[in-house]
């Protein structure tokens, strides 16, 4: 059972999951703070019940949070299927995550990738963060609105991707080759290593290194945050394609 306690997240999952969800919780005395939550809830037609803040504290156990959604867990895709399904989308942009172990860090990325409009995130079944309850609250909802992928072997799982005509880049500060001059039209995979960058087996499987230029005194940059910039190169190589193709 996934719990989410945001206002943004609880209101996104009503409307986007609605099969997914079991029942709002709110604390007793805070009804006028979750006015706008209760009245969707009720719109939505799904059930909510007022309790006392002794047993709203037991399911809950977040003293900062008044309100409370109880769902499902957000189901994975076989990562077979998401391949059969991905490749029939016009020029998908999924990216893959070489063991992320925060929740901050991953509930940002899809946060960014609902936003961006990512196609599909994998990430390792083994050695790194799952969508948790952290992660599905940081991502203000994004993590119902983006296909997830839990695979045993990334390397392998990278492999079967190019064999199904994806160009996979690996994201690393020691990359010879700036992000804005790879051709990141086209089916892509972009890849992410952890705060240590990718691991070897990772990299070589890479059709090619790239490097977000930084300055040369402080290149490191949060996983989180190179997400963000390399999938929206990728988006706005794809914008000044179809501009120049229909000029």
Same mark, same amino acid.
């Given at each position: 059972?996934?719990?989410?306690?945001?206002?943004?997240?609880?209101?996104?999952?009503?409307?986007?999951?609605? *099969?997914?969800?079991?029942?709002?919780?709110?604390?007793?005395?805070?009804?006028?703070?979750?006015?706008?939550?209760?009245?969707?809830?009720?719109?939505?037609?799904? !059930?909510?019940?007022?309790?006392?803040?002794?047993?709203?504290?037991?399911?809950?156990? %977040?003293?900062?949070?008044?309100?409370?959604?109880?769902?499902?867990?957000?189901?994975?895709?076989?990562?077979?299927?998401?391949?059969?399904?991905?490749?029939?989308?016009?020029?998908? $942009?999924?990216? @893959?995550? %070489?063991? /992320?172990? %925060?929740?901050?860090?991953?509930?940002?990325?899809?946060?960014?990738? @609902?936003?961006? *409009?990512?196609?599909?995130? /994998?990430? !390792?079944?083994?050695?790194?963060?799952?969508?948790?309850?952290?992660?599905?609250? $940081?991502?203000?909802?994004?993590?119902?609105?983006?296909?997830?992928?839990?695979?045993?072997?990334?390397?392998?799982?990278?492999?079967?991707?190019?064999?199904?005509?994806?160009?996979?880049?690996?994201?690393?500060?020691?990359?010879?080759?700036?992000?804005?001059? @790879?051709?990141?039209?086209? !089916?892509?995979?972009? &890849?992410?290593?952890? *705060?240590?960058?990718?691991?070897?087996?990772?990299?070589?499987?890479?059709?090619? &290194?790239?490097?977000?230029?930084?300055? !040369?005194?402080?290149?490191?940059?949060?996983?989180?945050?190179?997400?963000? &910039?390399?999938?929206?190169? @990728?988006?706005?190589?794809?914008?000044?394609?179809? $501009?120049?193709?229909?000029?």
């Amino acid at each position: 059972m996934q719990h989410l306690q945001k206002k943004n997240s609880i209101i996104g999952t009503m409307h986007e999951h609605r *099969e997914s969800v079991h029942r709002l919780w709110i604390e007793k005395g805070y009804e006028h703070v979750s006015n706008e939550i209760i009245q969707e809830a009720k719109r939505l037609g799904i !059930p909510f019940k007022i309790i006392p803040r002794e047993a709203f504290m037991r399911k809950c156990k %977040d003293p900062n949070s008044h309100v409370h959604l109880e769902q499902d867990e957000v189901a994975c895709v076989d990562p077979g299927l998401f391949i059969k399904q991905i490749t029939t989308q016009p020029d998908p $942009v999924i990216c @893959a995550f %070489d063991g /992320i172990y %925060d929740p901050q860090n991953l509930g940002n990325i899809m946060r960014s990738a @609902a936003c961006l *409009e990512t196609n599909g995130i /994998i990430i !390792p079944k083994d050695r790194a963060c799952g969508i948790t309850r952290t992660v599905a609250s $940081v991502s203000r909802g994004g993590s119902e609105r983006v296909p997830v992928v839990r695979v045993i072997n990334l390397s392998r799982y990278i492999t079967d991707l190019k064999k199904s005509g994806f160009f996979c880049y690996g994201l690393d500060e020691r990359g010879t080759v700036p992000l804005w001059e @790879a051709n990141l039209t086209g !089916p892509v995979c972009l &890849i992410f290593g952890n *705060e240590s960058g990718l691991r070897r087996l990772t990299k070589e499987t890479c059709d090619q &290194i790239l490097r977000i230029p930084a300055s !040369p005194d402080f290149t490191s940059l949060n996983v989180a945050t190179s997400f963000a &910039i390399a999938v929206y190169e @990728a988006k706005r190589q794809r914008a000044l394609k179809a $501009v120049t193709r229909n000029q």
